[in-house]
């Protein structure tokens, strides 16, 4: 055991493990977070906060992960490379093992042209694989990228993001592998909707051998209407939505496509259980965290593990 998450303890004893989002407000009123942290208080084992997600200004993760740990909440801070160099990531990395947050994901970040101010600047001084590096030597060896000597080591279980239906599919699996060999130590995933196309990634994972080092979360999103599964088969880069999916979700009165989305969602977290080295849900219930104890219900996954 190398930190005091959460995470890593459910991990450690062998359990299957749910985590959930919460996207911090576009304002700086922290009672946003208390909302959507009380929704999940109990319900899942740690809440990851975007980092700007798709490049829009919002509360910054860290100060989000804060709030929700002064909750009694596991959050898991989430920093992308966009945004700041090597000394401010580095920086961050320190404040947040100050303040008692235990969990780290690594991310690339979306572009800037994606958000509300296409005309900044991005930085990615360093790319998610060495952010991962960066954390890994922070913690094990107590040192700066510079070499330094670290007076009071992060103690963070480090996490990363996959996207097993990225062209070219053949190369899903490695890329993992670069991500593990890096010190990664859990990876959740991008949202699953084709289940073949996800058994034959996890099926190269486990064939490498990584799922024994590098515990796999699998990511569901359930849809709230048949135009959301559309716009997200046709709009959003690496999504795979199966058309029999969006057949199902339009066969609905549209009064009872949330419910349908919600159904599905399930019936995607049970399926998922049952696939060799899938060793969590990571439940991106998009500014929907209202449905997130209902999905964990429904699914089987409620009482969550007691861990002092």
């Not at 699996?173 to 289940?195: H, V």
């Amino acid at each position: 055991m190398k930190t005091n998450s959460r995470v890593e303890k459910i991990l450690a004893g062998g359990g299957f493990v749910v985590t959930s989002e919460c996207g911090p407000p576009r304002g700086a009123d922290p009672e946003v977070v208390r909302q959507k942290g009380e929704l999940l208080r109990g319900v899942v084992d740690a809440v990851n906060v975007t980092d700007n997600q798709t490049a829009v200004v919002r509360m910054s993760s860290l100060s989000a992960c804060a709030i929700l740990k002064g909750m009694g909440l596991e959050p898991i801070l989430q920093m992308v490379c966009r945004d700041r160099n090597r000394i401010a990531l580095q920086s961050d990395i320190l404040g947040a093992a100050a303040l008692g947050i235990n969990n780290v994901l690594c991310l690339s970040g979306d572009h800037q042209k994606f958000g509300d101010h296409p005309q900044g600047k991005n930085v990615y001084d360093i790319d998610s694989i060495q952010l991962i590096q960066t954390v890994c030597r922070m913690r094990d060896e107590g040192r700066f990228l510079g070499g330094e000597e670290i007076k009071g080591k992060p103690l963070m279980f480090v996490g990363a993001a996959a996207n097993p239906f990225a062209d070219p599919f053949e190369i899903r699996a490695a890329r993992l592998g670069k991500k593990m060999r890096a010190g990664c130590e859990f990876i959740q995933t991008q949202c699953i909707y084709n289940m073949e196309r996800f058994s034959r990634w996890m099926e190269m994972v486990c064939e490498r051998g990584f799922h024994e080092k590098c515990a796999v979360l699998a990511g569901v999103t359930p849809f709230k209407t048949a135009g959301m599964a559309n716009y997200m088969k046709k709009n959003v880069p690496g999504m795979d939505v199966p058309d029999e999916m969006i057949a199902r979700m339009k066969g609905v009165p549209k009064e009872k496509q949330a419910e349908e989305g919600i159904k599905i969602c399930v019936e995607t977290i049970e399926r998922l259980r049952e696939i060799p080295g899938v060793r969590g849900i990571h439940i991106m219930a998009i500014e929907w965290e209202t449905k997130v104890a209902e999905i964990v219900k429904a699914a089987g996954l409620l009482p969550r593990p007691e861990i002092e």
